[in-house]
Structures are given as C-alpha cells and as structure tokens.
C-alpha cells in the first residue's frame, strides 16, 4: 500500500561563516559566501545563492576586545562592522557570523 506523506518543510538554510578581518580572507564557508572588505572592521558577505528573503544574522568575534553588529541584511547579502567597545574605533577581527535563513518565500 502506498501513502503520500506530506511535510512541512520550510526550506530553512542555515550558513556557518568564518572570517579573518585582518587577512582579508574567509576560513569556514568559502562555498557559501564572498567577501568584500570595505575598510576597517567592514565587511559584506555576500550570498552565493540568494534566500527567499532577509535572513536573520548574528555575529561575534573571536577576537578580544572587538564587538560585532549587523548593520544590513537582505536576501543576498549581509554587512558586518566591527569596533573596539572602547573606544568605538573601526577594528579588524576574527569573527563568526550564523545566517538563518529560507528558500521559501511565504516563509514566517
């Protein structure tokens, strides 16, 4: 007997990306992703397939006494700035950056 199983899949695709500020270079997810260093502590990521629509993003640095925040995120990029929370000075870094994202389009 056969039965069609029906899913709800939403299509999710979730991207570990790795980068070396300082270098420029990408370490983890060189399939994923290109980079553009944009200047100190700047940097876009941007999608080799593009999403459905914005994904969510959150990053981190590796690199001590550096802090992350996503300025911009859309279906086929994402952009980065780093700063030493000191001083807020533009900073090279490490950092991690985790995109959640769907390739569905009516996804909520």
Do not use: F, W
């Not at 070396?20 to 876009?44: E, M």
């Not at 459905?52 to 959150?58: D, G, I, L, N, Y």
């Amino acid at each position: 007997m056969l039965r069609e199983i029906k899913g709800s899949q939403r299509l999710a695709r979730m991207l570990a990306i790795k980068v070396d500020g300082v270098s420029p270079a990408i370490l983890i997810g060189k399939q994923d992703v290109s980079l553009t260093d944009n200047g100190t502590g700047d940097y876009t990521l941007t999608l080799a397939k593009p999403l459905a629509r914005a994904p969510v993003v959150v990053a981190t640095s590796q690199t001590a006494d550096a802090v992350c925040e996503v300025a911009a995120a859309s279906a086929t990029a994402v952009q980065v700035l780093v700063k030493d929370p000191s001083t807020l000075a533009a900073k090279d870094a490490i950092i991690h950056v985790m995109i959640l994202g769907s390739d569905a389009v009516d996804e909520t």
